[in-house]
């Protein structure tokens, strides 16, 4: 056989061979931690989608930084579903690519949130500084080990939990400036993402708490065996809700809108709810909570959108050039 | 005439647009694209960010650590260099190979490595810990990171010319009364110097747009220990793209006059 035709014939079968072969694929673009939850939801949502009568689904997941995440989506990576660390990082996505409608977030229940998390300190076995609360971590020699606010998505509800704190406590946005910036006095190290300060803290040892993702802290525990630290839960934090969103000019494109919607859909399920609980998300649906009530213990939660106006209003008072963390390290 | 002057190989059309399409695509549109971006400012918006304090102490940073870790390769890398031609020793093939590992490594590994080593808790940290010097988490820190990723380009651009030179050349110095460190600075640091610039400018070079090993070691302090890299990331987190290529611009600009100057120099030691 001439290479011309063998070429062609590899051509024709490639053809013929295509439709079956490009099955459905859905891409899945997260933040860091959730790498674990979506391997064993993929599975699942597979077995599900079959027994519809479906044909099974490729499914893809990507994990980085919420922001860069959001910033590859926009910049043209044809994601079917975005799952990130905060909704200002999906708001970009109508913001700057005008791929998703302005009102996303009332498209799925729970403003787009099928799981929740919060802020919580991992704390060394023992507790050494005896740290209970968020005054605990202003006191002069207690190292806390928190991402860049600028560059982390986990860190700026790290930075809320703690101004929502003192602004209930102190009573004045002053005094809880006042409070942060002596907060990240204690802070040594700076790292861009949530990984890189667990990393910090549990590799490197140092510091003496971590201010992590409720889930963040119980897979290090697990990671660890649990000899080595310790989760505190202060008496009051924040919400932390990582919304979901279909990529609607991407899922047009590709036609793969059904699939990418029951993925979404799924997440809400009992079986998808579980599985958020098991990689110590915190399940919206409420009986689901109930099973894993022992899991997670009951604590004061602020929200972005009741106590600070949402992602609009926080993100350029708090984190853009010249908000107030800035201003807490212009004034040192 | 034209037998004289032309070539042996012919094809200087072809190399020559094979040139100008392959540095176009890889590099002048990108980096023009960048100017293009950042030409929405106006010079006032311009100038306010890159003259921001936080903007001054980052630029200030990268660049006089790119150079501190250049010139450390430049003692060191030449001392490397010198030990790999001139003897022979049962390993040298085995050092030989380590040379390169630093380019082979990605660099995130390479930084998360040495913070593990020389934080305040690691295995070489607290012994300088004892001594009362930070490492991690410092500039120096950062310098030493800098220092690992661009070992190889002095080693590397001084050895060959370094095997180039015969020994009988130094021994002829010897025998007409020079003393070692005269035949060192007479004799071999002519030849040396060109190259020793190459690998010099080269080292800078990349230490000033490293970012991947750095950030893990540098403890990202605002005004203290952040580098201009790290400044361009937390832009584009904000969804500054425009703010983001300013600093790129900036870093741009000042890399090109500093690589300049030491073509410029270089061109001076070879004449002489």
Redesign the interface.
Known sequence: MSIRRFALAALASALIAGPLAAAETLLNVSYDPTRELYSEFNAAFNKHWQAQGHDPVTIQQSHG?S??QA?AVIDGLRADVVTLALAGDID?LH??GKLIPENWQERLPQSSTPYTSTIVFLVRKGNPQGIKDWDDLVKPGVNVITP?P??SGGARWNFLAAWAYAQQKYGSEAKAQEFVAKLYKNV?????GAR?ST??FV????GDVLLAWENEAFLALKEQGGDNFEIVAPSLSILAEPPVAVVDKNVDKKGTRKVAEAYLDYLYSDEGQRLAAKHFYRPRNEAIAGEFAKQFPALKLVTIDRDFDGWKTAQPKF???GGVF?QI??A? | MSSCTSPVIPGFGLTLGYTLVYLSLLVLIPLGAMFVHAAQLTWADFWAIISAPRVLAALKLSFASAFAAAIINGIIGTLLAWALVRYRFPGRKLIEAMIDLPFALPTAVAGIALTALYAPSGLVGQFATDLGLKIAYTPIGITLALTFVTLPFVVRTIQPVLADIPREVEEAAACLGAKPLQVFRHVLLPSLLPAWLTGFSLAFARGVGEYGSVIFIAGNMPMKTEILPLLIMVKLDQYDYTGATAIGVLMLVVSFILLLLINLLQRQVGKA
């Open positions: 930084g922001g860069k910033r970009e913001r700057l860049n600028k560059t040594p190290v700076l790292d861009t890189g990393i910090t590799n490197n040892q140092i984190f853009d050039d800035d390290y212009q040192q």
